[in-house]
């Protein structure tokens, strides 16, 4: 059975979006990226195998290691989705911050 993951999913995970930060400024070992863990090693191990289904992560095989990076192309996509939300939510806020100064109480 070929499970189909959600990126969405994949990043309401704390530890998974722990996990994207850390190799979003260098490629690294599944064993240097479980040290910055408390967590088990298979624990780790399963997180980076979510976050490779479902794209965000690549793996890239060098001798015996495996190296963990940013899919920047699928992390872009998941932006690009989310930017409408971002404008939406600026404006509001705008539009907020514009009332409060209006009403702002004279000292």
């Not at 059975?1 to 990043?11: E, G, H, K, S």
């Not at 850390?22 to 624990?43: C, E, H, K, Y």
Request: hydrophobic share 40%.
């Amino acid at each position: 059975m070929n499970l189909r993951r959600d990126v969405f999913q994949a990043i309401a995970d704390p530890t998974r979006r722990a996990i994207l930060l850390l190799v979003a400024s260098q490629s690294m070992t599944a064993g240097a990226i479980a040290s910055n863990f408390d967590t088990a090693r298979p624990t780790v191990s399963k997180h980076l195998q979510i976050l490779t289904e479902c794209e965000l992560l690549e793996q890239k095989q060098n001798g015996r290691e495996i190296h963990y990076h940013i899919n920047a192309k699928k992390m872009k996509e998941v932006a690009d989705f989310l930017e409408p939300f971002r404008e939406m939510w600026d404006d509001r806020f705008n539009k907020l911050e514009a009332i409060m100064k209006k009403y702002k109480p004279k000292n």
